[in-house]
């Protein structure tokens, strides 16, 4: 079994700051690409930042220069710092991970979301 929960998500003023973190746990033999994503009401998931296990890290347009991704392998664990955050920024955070696991399987985790909202 494996897992992803984040946390960090909450309210915030336009102009604030925010630091997402993801965990991973479980029957986990090695950790490749993670990534954040956001869904917003009534709009489609969409990608905010990748971040490969060793490499150059990826950013939606609409957040470069105010979000960086980071990760540390040692403890699982996956980081999205938000600065000068938006009203649009206003979603639900959800990370992902690509885990090769004890069965012997690859594949795509989600965790469970996290909202974060950007309101004064």
């Known amino acids: 079994q494996v897992q992803l929960v984040e946390s960090g998500g909450g309210l915030v003023q336009p102009g604030g700051s925010l630091r997402l973190s993801c965990a991973a746990s479980?029957?986990?033999?090695?950790?490749?690409?993670m990534g954040w994503y956001r869904q917003a009401p009534g709009k489609q998931r969409e990608l905010v930042a990748t971040?490969?296990?060793?490499?150059?890290?990826d950013y939606a347009d609409s957040v470069k220069g105010r979000f960086t991704i980071s990760r540390d392998n040692a403890k699982n664990t996956v980081f999205l710092q938000m600065n000068s955050l938006k009203p649009e920024d206003t979603a639900v955070y959800y990370c992902?991970?690509?885990?090769?696991?004890?069965?012997?399987?690859?594949?795509?985790?989600w965790g469970q979301g996290t909202q974060v909202t950007v309101s004064s």
């Open positions: 971040i490969p296990r060793a490499g150059t890290t």
């Open positions: 479980g029957t986990i033999l090695r950790i490749y690409d």
């Open positions: 992902n991970a690509e885990i090769w696991s004890y069965d012997n399987t690859r594949r795509t985790y």
